[in-house]
């Protein structure tokens, strides 16, 4: 049996939660691209912020299925800084019909946001109001972008027909609108490098170089031979953006400064690209050079340095190369010969088949001029490398630490029943924000914001470079994570009150636990709470881990309750800050001391109070975690 995981394969095994129980055409096209979208952008499919996704398909919609809002964060060292609405369309299975959809739904999408249509549903008219006031004030940093979610790669007419959108949505909604297209195969290739060995990508490069000892070559490259590796490279794999998986950065458009600088130089003294750019790092598995002498093969690029670069010669040349016509302008042939004179510094490194260190050393220290992304970089950390195979090994959960992965593990695992068989999964950027809501009591920030948990984030570091933290932190949080699950937190809640609760559900209940500890007279150091869950989640231990549940989630749930004496809709920060609920839950003071939240804090000391039981035949649930902690048999 071979174990190259195939397409079809992970195709199907992806397809089989879509098309379960026969849903309907409008549930089916739903379900794909809630799924599809999620795995490409930065929201989980559960996430908890009710106005940042937004699922308007049906009879109404405007032509938007999806809208997600993805939010700047400036003080983040790793964010992009600025704005984006993705607006997506599903165009799963007979909703698809070729460049007439495309352009027929583009047209009607776009004259939702330009206000020109008004058989709205409340929900879309809801959306587009936010989105008419979001044109309003964007800034040069902000996007509106169309997303097609689609099942398989588009034809060469059909790229076509999306890039005339573009251009149509621009000149109607103006220069913050763009469009992008995401498939499922999208997904398979980004994700197939975790658990199988696919055919190797070699692209042709044509470049002046010379070695640099055995690892490295460093030369030029041409802009318009560039050019040429870039659409090699898009033909051979489908997928341009993963020319930049290995990159601690995403493409940020010219609606940043060194961006718009580099647009600039191309436009106007093309040149001169190679005296105004730092250039680009590739890291490669393997180099070779062929007997022309300036022509090299390049097994596994990535772009490591210079993704801005890279991109923005892409977005450039292509709008001005592969325009079409067959007639000949003066201004255009002149910027052509200019074109050709430009080069990019370029250096090309040897990390090899396992080279892992050697390349995220080169991805880190090259990349030090712009904000890096988000966690996807996550599948880069040696040590989350290293603590997905002992979750697997110690406690047979699957660590997925690459967005997509647990598809494809669960498709390889079908296609060979041979190997080992995981039931369990869970991201370990999720488990980051639990642990960060729960150990750390940033409830706030957990709920609200991504860029602190990721790599390069301040919460990202304070949790990982901990002398102690490992696997067990880790698997406790998982445990957590599932304990909200089980209680119907975040979305799909069935009482509203736990729509938005579940990171302050994962701090009350350490809140809790920490007054046992006061009890049992022992400091609560983060190892220590670890070591306590581990204790608690032990089958023999079962009625104290209830107790202490249920009474964070009651404090959840009165805490929402309209009328209750220490409802949140009471505390006077909320009432100064204009009673907006989803906000003040992302508070970074939210459950810091009487001076942020003291009605919560007086909520929490009631539940206190009653965790020691005894009143009325109650059992003392407090002395019963307190001999849990104080037990010697700590972690297994």
């Known amino acids: 049996m071979s174990n190259e995981l195939t397409f079809e394969t992970f195709e199907k095994e992806w397809l089989l939660d879509i098309v379960s129980e026969n849903p309907s055409t409008i549930e089916l096209g739903r379900r794909f691209s809630k799924k599809l979208v999620s795995q490409w952008l930065d ?9 940042d996704v937004v699922y308007c398909d049906g009879t109404g919609d405007g032509g938007i299925d999806i809208a997600c809002l993805q939010r700047g964060d ?37 004259d939702t946001i330009d206000g020109k249509r008004n058989n709205l549903s409340s929900l879309a008219a809801s959306l587009v109001e936010r ?88 030369g030029s490259v041409g802009l318009l031979q560039l050019f040429e590796f870039l659409k090699n490279y898009k033909a051979t794999t489908g997928d341009i953006d993963m020319l930049y998986e290995k990159n601690v950065r995403k493409f940020l458009g010219s609606r940043r400064k060194v961006n718009k600088g580099i647009e600039n130089t191309l436009l106007t003294k093309p040149e001169r690209f190679g005296l105004y750019n730092n250039g680009i790092t590739i890291v490669v598995e393997e180099f070779q050079k062929l007997p022309n002498n300036i022509e090299y093969e390049l097994t596994e690029p990535f772009v490591v340095n210079g993704c801005q670069t890279t991109r923005t010669i892409w977005e450039v040349l292509y709008r001005k190369l592969e325009a079409g016509g067959t007639g000949k302008n003066p201004e255009l042939e002149t910027w052509k010969r ?33 904000a890096v992304s988000e966690k996807d970089f996550i599948a880069l950390e040696s040590d989350f490398q290293k603590w997905s195979k002992n979750m697997a090994s110690k406690y047979n959960v699957f660590l997925e630490i690459q967005r997509g992965g647990w598809d494809s593990q669960k498709a390889y695992q079908k296609q060979n029943p041979d190997t080992r068989q995981f039931t369990e ?25 991504n ?16 002398e102690d933290f490992g696997l067990d932190d880790l698997y406790c949080a998982f445990q957590l994570y599932k304990a909200g699950g089980h209680f119907k937190f975040g979305r799909g809640a069935e009482k509203q009150q736990r729509g938005q609760t579940r990171h302050l559900f994962y701090m009350l209940t350490v809140e809790l636990l920490k007054d046992c500890f006061i009890a049992a007279d022992r400091v609560a150091t983060n190892k220590n709470i670890t070591i306590a869950f581990l204790n608690l989640f032990k089958p023999k231990n079962e009625m104290a881990l209830n107790a202490l549940l249920e ?26 800050k204009g009673s907006d609920l989803n906000s003040f839950l992302k508070w970074e003071q939210l459950g810091k001391g009487n001076d942020s939240t003291p009605l919560l804090n007086n909520l929490l000391a009631q539940y206190k109070i009653a965790l020691k039981g005894g009143i009325g035949g109650q059992p003392k649930y407090r002395d019963m975690i307190r001999a849990i902690i104080l037990t010697p048999d700590t972690a297994e």
């Not at 299975?93 to 007439?100: D, M, Y």
């Not at 197939?192 to 070695?211: D, G, N």
């Not at 990019?344 to 080169?362: A, F, N, P, S």
């Not at 964070?552 to 920060?573: M, N, Q, R, W």
């Open 43 to 51: 929201f989980a499919e559960d996430i908890e912020s009710p106005d």
């Open 425 to 449: 999964c869970i991201n370990a950027f999720d488990l980051l924000k639990v642990y960060g809501a729960a150990w750390l009591g940033e409830a706030g920030i957990s709920f609200g914001k």
């Open 338 to 370: 200019n074109l050709g004179k430009g080069i990019v510094v370029i250096k090309i490194v040897k990390v090899g088949i396992r080279g892992d260190e050697l390349l995220t050393e080169t991805t880190r220290y090259t990349n030090s001029q712009n």
């Open 551 to 576: 009474y964070s989630i009651s404090i959840a749930d009165d805490y929402l309750t309209h009328g209750h004496e220490y409802c949140v809709f009471k505390e006077p920060k909320f009432l100064e």
């Open 131 to 218: 989105l008419q006031t979001f044109r309003k004030q964007a800034s040069e940093k902000d996007k509106m972008v169309i997303v097609y979610a689609i099942q398989r790669p588009l034809s060469e007419d059909e790229r076509r027909a999306v890039e005339d959108i573009k251009a149509m949505g621009k000149n109607r909604l103006g220069s913050l609108f763009d469009t992008d297209v995401v498939s499922l195969e999208t997904i398979y290739h980004r994700t197939l490098e975790e658990i199988s060995h696919i055919k190797k990508t070699q692209v042709l490069i044509t470049a002046h170089l010379v070695p640099s000892g055995e690892e490295m070559l460093v």
């Open 451 to 466: 860029p602190p948990f990721a790599p390069g984030g301040s919460l990202f570091h304070k949790i990982v470079k901990q």
């Open 74 to 110: 400036d003080t983040e060292d790793n964010s992009n800084g600025g704005d984006t609405w993705y607006l997506v369309q599903s165009k799963y299975g007979a909703a698809f019909v070729g460049t007439k959809t495309l352009i027929e739904e583009a047209q009607k999408l776009i």
